[in-house]
């Protein structure tokens, strides 16, 4: 079992900035890619960026490229999200996930552990 705890979510206003925090406990050694989802009400879950945990390979939607950038820190079993230039079209409840599975995915289902979610609004 992994647990994940998110941090760093709130309100903004657009061109603003928000970094989000996902710290892992638990199995870490299972965990293989981390990736962030995100939610927005009467849509999708949907891919924002993955990383592998062990490499330093990342991967992102192509609606936040350029903008979000994904980090970890293994020494604090930690990933970040570091989102620049936020726009109203990024408010959405944001979760960071556990894939044990190889590689990265960009399906949720793909993913095993999940965090509670943080609230991200931007205000145009």
Known sequence: QVQLVESGGGLVQAGGSLRLSCAASGSIFSINAMGWFRQAPGKAREFVAAIIWSGDSTYYADSVKGRFTIS???????????MNNLKPEDTAVYYCAVRRGSYYSTNYYDYNYWGQGTQVTVSS
Do not use: C, H
């Open 72 to 82: 970890r820190d293994n020494a604090k079993n930690t990933v970040y999200l570091q």
